[in-house]
């Protein structure tokens, strides 16, 4: 029976190559996104590399547009195997500006984007007694940031998800790993003019993404300058020492 994996932002950055890194092994593969005419060129590259896709035209905040396409996926031939809630979005909070709606953007896509992708597949993993689901948090979720609080805060609340659903859910061998990247080549990190020390290329960034799912890592954290320096500084530094590090 052939595997299958859903994917959301799919149509660049980490989500485009997982879905080329799953292709290569033969995988059907939900490509979940906004942007249509990039999924239709991801999903073409897909079927070149030996898989086959399918594409869905997502907003990830619209619940009912999630359940429904996702009930289409998982009634589509093949066994589910892995979900990757990678949509995300980051800005400045915007704080002077006292318009709430560049925080509630980002608090919608990064906390509800996630719910509303795998709430949805949970009754199916339920019944299939297995599963894998990743979802794409970020070293960011160890601190909060000054003037990226909503995206911090977003990316540790996500993190909390993966530890209470693999508490609630592993009677029914259903892992849920919480990946926080450091800084990983994309459109958003290079569009960035900030510090962004040790960063990785998207390409490798996927291949320990997805070494650490199969083995069903709760949390796992790259690269290992990050682990062995950056969280240390972002959860003990006294605050001084953060603004003056811009963290």
Sequence with gaps: MKKKVFIT???SGIGEFLAYAYAKK????GLAARREDKLVQVASKCFELGGEAKCYTLDVTNSES????????ISLPGEIDTIYANAGIGAPDQLSTGDSSYMNKILLTNILGVTNIVLPFIPYLKTNKRGKVAVISSIASFRGLAHHSAYSGSKAAVRNFCQGWNNALYKYNISFSAICPGFVSSEMTD?????????ISTSLAVDKIIRAVENRRKVFIFPW??????????KWAPDWLTRLLRI
């Design 9 to 11: 932002g799919a149509s």
């Design 26 to 29: 033969g995988y059907f593969i």
């Design 66 to 73: 999630c359940k429904k396409d996702i009930e289409n996926f």
């Design 191 to 199: 569009n960035q003019n900030n510090p962004q020390p040790f960063k």
């Design 225 to 234: 300058q990050a682990k062995m320096f950056i969280i240390p500084v972002m």
